[in-house]
């Protein structure tokens, strides 16, 4: 290696590393589950029910986590190509594309071992109208079984009773019968509890660490640096030992880096200054996921908070699992995640963000694949610079299609939205 | 009237962008109200029963010029929903107190939402229609999602919906699909006499009319258009499918039956026959608007089919019961619902060698021809292949 290279090597904190050793060693179970004769299940990440498939001694797959890391590692264009040629629009989501992709180049995963069809598709429907079609997609295709969990919409803003009551009795009359058959294992309700209480000690660590970056300067990077934190508990780890030792590494970690007042980890070693402290809202792009991530820490740029770090689950504003009620609370779960909110929530979450993490402004990154989180975006940028009165910024990119990121472009946005904020902050001063 | 009077008139209320007939209808009688509802299906009955006008709102068509929604919308988001925001933002909607957003796609979930925060002294409902099927579980869901809406207008009426004015309000509505089933059938049995443009603008005015009126008016045009002779043609016989929510130009409609394709059948506008048989006008009314939904409504993309071998079911009975030869897919750009379930429905055809086609539009696409050319190629594909 030369010293250039060298010093480009990739910086990352124990607990990043921890957690790329747990999905890694998830990819290694789910390669050799049927081998073991245990059975797989796959489920979105938004409301995902990953206490209960471990009633059922699932190997637990995520749809996403494979398209990201497929993106991440640049094999997802060839795989969304291969799957527009089997006939699929270009103009639909990039996740679902991928994903039957790597189907359609043979049964490897991300990280090239064998990726076994699920048993069971558990459908929970929330928060997305795709994932329906992605899931009747893969069982058409592969005749898995599938499981439809309605997740009814926050349309008014709240959950109601009768939308807790129609999850419940889904959850009761259909998903855990089915799951019991397809299994062979008989439902324990004390085990899906003592589960839950790992998920809560999880949660309440994680909150911790992303609130953290209340802190000037903020110890880490809510978004980029984010989306290592929530990996495990937003994937197939929420209710493990394993993840509630992760979040505990994790927060004695940022704990100590706030001590010490230092600022996030970068992929380049530690960044020397706080510049600007931002709110970012919609997905990252994941094919360009390091590049995307230099343009901001080489400004001096700090995510502080985003609302994708809450798309598994809304934890900071009070949501735990409870295992005193786990089904209304599973319940519970599957309705707050950030997508099922309604866009006054959303606008409200962002406004209040800005707020306590004394942020500059709001970053948009609106992903061409998403319509949940991307169509009406340019209304929420509105609001937001009208309630706080803080400059906002736009940007269009895509999740896993190379195609959709242009550096070039986001940089010059990103760089005059930089400028903003100065004079922003220069006229505020005179 | 005679049929070219009566689409002489749905054409009038067509182009109407600014709902002179709501306004006529509301201006009739003191503290009228009426309710806006999106695609694709809302149970109408309730809107009906709080003596209010329900008014399906399915964009601004290729006539309007959309400025103020464009500044909303990504280039990647399809037309509706930007036009409907055209429509409310220069106040053409203002004759409406109510917008309902059913739960067919993100777009129109997030449009609910920006209803809210755009228009805020109107009422605005998300409404949630459930994907699970049997009657303890969705159906109860259902139930209370209706009695909320119910419960809603009650407030805006400043009156009760009592049982009877829903049950009878049922009994109008199952009038009305019957009318529309006799229109679908008549036109499937005698294309030529009643041409799809026709037949469309016929089924849009029933966004605007009192259903009672779109009722006399279908079966008015179904008498007229049987005695007036018109030359039939050697068309291919086509179900045209995924127009369910942004509708195509009417030029569009003209350009495919012009290249040769009789449609037979369609989605244009499911809200009319979403509920494929009556509803029962006796017992609980909303309990039998959930059965009806549950478990005697069509098939489309943004409903959840519960197993492999349902998918495709509705579209293969649209081909066979209507003598179609094949299908047209024609859906909206950057349609979701629509293009996701095309490559599943396409496998489907496939195994019963039904032939297809497919093409994407907009609802202000001005360029036919490369659509007629394509329409016309499949319409001669199909005469060759029945031919050989
Ligand atoms: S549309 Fe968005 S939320 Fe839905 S699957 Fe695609 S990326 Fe995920
Ligand atoms: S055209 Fe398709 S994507 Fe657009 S609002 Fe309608 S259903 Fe949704």
């Known amino acids: ?430 | 009237m005679s049929t070219k009077e009566i689409v002489a008139r749905c054409e009038q209320l067509f182009e109407d962008l600014d709902f002179s007939a709501v306004k006529q209808w509301k201006a009739a009688a003191p503290g009228r109200k009426a309710i806006g509802y999106m695609p694709i299906y809302v149970p109408r009955e309730i809107v009906h029963a709080a003596g209010m006008l329900p008014v399906g709102v399915f964009g601004g068509g290729d006539q309007l010029e959309v400025i103020q929604g464009d500044a909303y919308y990504q280039s990647y988001i399809c037309r509706i929903p930007r036009s409907t925001l055209e429509l409310g933002l220069t106040g053409r909607l203002d004759c409406l107190d109510g917008m309902l957003f059913p739960s067919i796609c993100d777009v129109i979930r997030n449009l609910s939402g920006m209803w809210q925060i755009l228009f805020k002294d109107k009422y605005v409902k998300y409404f949630d229609l459930p994907q699970t099927y049997d009657d303890a579980t969705g159906g109860s869901f259902y139930v209370h999602e209706m009695q909320t809406l119910r419960a809603d207008l009650a407030r805006l009426a400043g009156r009760e919906i009592t049982d009877d004015q829903l049950r009878a309000s049922i009994a109008v509505y199952n009038d009305n699909r019957r009318a529309v089933r006799e229109l679908y059938a008549y036109r499937a049995k005698k294309p030529w006499q009643a041409p799809t443009s026709e037949v469309y603008l016929l089924l849009r005015a029933g966004c605007v009319l009192p259903v009672e009126e779109h009722t006399r008016l279908v079966r008015q045009y179904l008498a007229q258009a049987d005695l007036e002779k018109r030359a039939q043609r050697d068309n291919a016989r086509v179900v045209l499918t995924g127009a369910f929510c942004e509708q195509p130009p009417l030029g569009l409609i003209k350009s495919i039956e012009m290249a040769g394709c009789y449609v037979v059948d369609d989605d244009f506008q499911l809200v009319q026959s979403y509920l494929l048989e009556d509803v029962s006008a006796a017992g609980d009314p909303l309990e039998a608007l959930s059965r009806a939904f549950l478990h005697h409504s069509a098939q489309t993309s943004s409903k959840y089919d519960e197993k492999k071998e349902d998918k495709g079911k509705f579209l293969l009975h649209q081909v066979k019961t209507r003598g179609a030869e094949g299908v047209v897919f024609a859906a909206p750009s950057f349609c979701d619902p629509a293009l996701l379930e095309r490559p599943m429905l396409q496998e489907v055809l496939a195994k019963h060698k039904i032939p297809y086609t497919a093409f994407k539009y907009a609802e202000n696409t001005g360029q036919m021809a490369p659509i007629r050319e394509q329409a016309g190629t499949f319409a001669d594909s199909i005469k060759l292949w029945s031919a050989a």
């Open chain 1, 1 to 430: 290696m030369n010293t250039a290279a060298a010093k480009k090597a990739v910086v990352k904190d124990d607990a990043m590393n921890l957690q790329k050793e747990m999905i890694a060693e998830n990819y290694h179970q789910l390669a050799r589950a049927h081998q073991e004769g245990k059975k797989i299940s796959a489920t979105f990440v938004p409301g995902n029910l990953n206490e209960l498939l471990m009633c059922f001694d699932f190997v637990r797959r995520l749809p996403e986590t494979d398209a990201l890391q497929n993106g991440m590692r640049k094999k997802s264009g060839k795989m969304i190509m291969d799957a527009e040629r089997d006939g699929h629009s270009e103009d639909v989501c990039t996740y679902v594309k991928s994903d039957l992709g790597m189907m359609l180049q043979g049964e490897v995963g991300p990280t090239g071992e064998a990726m076994p069809h699920p048993d069971v598709l558990l459908l929970s429907y929330t928060g997305c109208f795709t994932f329906m079609k992605w899931f009747e997609l893969v069982r058409q295709k592969y005749g898995c079984e599938t499981l439809m969990l309605h997740v009814p919409y926050q349309g008014d803003g709240r959950i109601n009773p009768a939308m807790r009551d129609y999850v419940v009795n889904q959850l009761k009359d259909k998903i855990i019968p089915a799951l019991e058959r397809i299994s062979g294992v008989k439902f324990d309700i004390d085990r899906l509890r003592s589960y839950m209480r790992e998920s809560q000690k999880a949660e309440e660590d994680l909150v911790r660490v992303l609130q953290s970056a209340k802190q000037r300067p903020s110890p880490i990077d809510g978004y980029f640096g984010g989306v290592y934190y929530i990996g495990p508990i937003f994937t197939a780890f929420r209710g493990t030992p394993e993840a509630t030792r992760f979040y505990a590494t994790l927060r004695a970690e940022i704990e100590e880096r706030v001590r010490q007042g230092k600022g996030p980890v970068t992929p380049e070693g530690e960044m020397a200054e706080e510049k600007y402290r931002l709110v970012v809202e919609g997905p990252p792009n994941w094919t360009s996921f390091r590049d995307f991530w230099k343009m901001f820490y080489d400004e001096g740029a700090v995510v502080v908070a985003s609302t994708y770090a809450k798309v598994g689950g809304v934890y900071d504003f009070g949501f735990r699992h409870d295992a005193e009620r786990p089904l209304e609370s599973l319940a519970e779960y599957c309705l707050g995640c950030y997508t099922n909110l309604n866009f006054p929530q959303r606008i409200d979450m962002i406004c209040k963000y800005i707020d306590e993490y004394q942020a500059d402004g709001l970053l948009i990154n609106s992903i061409k694949s998403c319509n949940s989180f991307s169509a009406g975006q340019l209304l929420i940028l509105r609001e937001v610079e009208k309630r706080t009165g803080k400059p906002a910024a736009f940007i269009e990119s895509d999740l896993v299609d190379p195609r959709y990121f242009s550096a070039a472009n986001i940089k010059n946005r990103l760089e005059s939205y930089f400028q903003m904020i100065k004079q922003k902050r220069a006229a505020a001063v005179h």
